[in-house]
T-cell receptor, first 115, second 116 residues
Framework: DSGVTQTPKHLITATGQRVTLRCSPR?????VYWYQQSLDQGLQFLIQ???????AKGNILERFSAQQFPDLHSELNLSSLELGDSALYFC??????????????FGSGTQLSVL | AQKITQTQPGMFVQEKEAVTLDCTYD???????LFWYKQPSSGEMIFLIY??????QNATEGRYSLNFQKARKSANLVISASQLGDSAMYFC?????????????FGTGTRLLVSP
C-alpha cells in the first residue's frame, strides 16, 4: 500500500458528462501529481500541485481542471467527457516535488469509462 | 525535451532465471534521475529502484539492480531469480533538473511474463 488513496476505483459515465476524481496524498506529502494512462498515449503527465498551488502543467485538456485543497487532498475535474477520455487516471504524491531523486508514490488509479 | 525508450514490448522468462529490461533515455539535463516502476494487473504503480545521474555505483534494491551506462544513456533493469509475482508491466521513467523536473516522463513499458 503506497499510502495514496484514490476514489472512486471505477467510474462509468456518458459522453458530455462531468466527473470528479479524488486523491488523498500520503501523510506528509505536499505535492500531488495527476497522470492519465491510456493504451494509445501511455502515461501522460497532466498537472502538479504543491501545497495548494499549481506548479507544473502537462498535457491537460482545457476541459480538465484540478485543485489542491488546504488539507492537501486533490480533485481532478473532467467535463464535457468524450469517448477518448476513457483511461486510467493516477494520482501520485511526493514530499516536495522538486529534487530529481524524489520518488513518486502512486495511488491505485481511477478507471474511467465513457460510454 | 526528455524521452524514454523501451524497445521490448514483451519479455518472457522462466522462474528463477534473471531477466534484463532495456531502457534508453534522451535528455540535455546535466542532472537527472532514473526510475523503474512495476504495474501489476491490479493497476497500481509500484516504485522499484532509483538511479541518480551522478551516482558512481549502480543502484540495487533486493532482487532489482539497475545497469546504468551514462555514456550510452541506458538504464536497464535487471531482475534476478525471477518469481511468478514479477509478471507485470515495467516502466522506465526519468526526471530532469532543468527541464520539467517536477514530473516524471515515462516510457511505453515492457510486459514481463514469468513462467513456471
Amino acid at each position: 500500500d503506497s499510502g495514496v488513496t484514490q476514489t472512486p476505483k471505477h467510474l462509468i459515465t456518458a459522453t458530455g458528462q462531468r466527473v470528479t476524481l479524488r486523491c488523498s496524498p500520503r501523510s506528509g506529502d505536499l505535492s500531488v501529481y495527476w497522470y492519465q494512462q491510456s493504451l494509445d498515449q501511455g502515461l501522460q503527465f497532466l498537472i502538479q500541485y504543491y501545497n495548494g498551488e499549481e506548479r507544473a502543467k502537462g498535457n491537460i485538456l482545457e476541459r480538465f481542471s484540478a485543485q489542491q485543497f488546504p488539507d492537501l487532498h486533490s480533485e481532478l475535474n473532467l467535463s464535457s467527457l468524450e469517448l477518448g477520455d476513457s483511461a486510467l487516471y493516477f494520482c501520485a504524491s511526493s514530499v516536495a516535488g522538486a529534487p530529481t531523486n524524489e520518488k513518486l508514490f502512486f495511488g491505485s488509479g481511477t478507471q474511467l469509462s465513457v460510454l | 525535451a526528455q524521452k524514454i525508450t523501451q524497445t521490448q514490448p514483451g519479455m518472457f522468462v522462466q522462474e528463477k532465471e534473471a531477466v534484463t529490461l532495456d531502457c534508453t533515455y534522451d535528455t540535455s539535463d546535466p542532472s537527472y534521475g532514473l526510475f523503474w516502476y512495476k504495474q501489476p494487473s491490479s493497476g497500481e504503480m509500484i516504485f522499484l529502484i532509483y538511479q541518480g545521474s551522478y551516482d558512481q555505483q549502480n543502484a540495487t534494491e533486493g532482487r532489482y539492480s539497475l545497469n546504468f551506462q551514462k555514456a550510452r544513456k541506458s538504464a536497464n533493469l535487471v531482475i534476478s531469480a525471477s518469481q511468478l509475482g514479477d509478471s507485470a508491466m515495467y516502466f522506465c521513467a526519468m526526471r530532469g533538473l532543468n527541464t520539467g523536473f517536477q514530473k516524471l516522463v515515462f516510457g511505453t513499458g515492457t510486459r514481463l511474463l514469468v513462467s513456471p
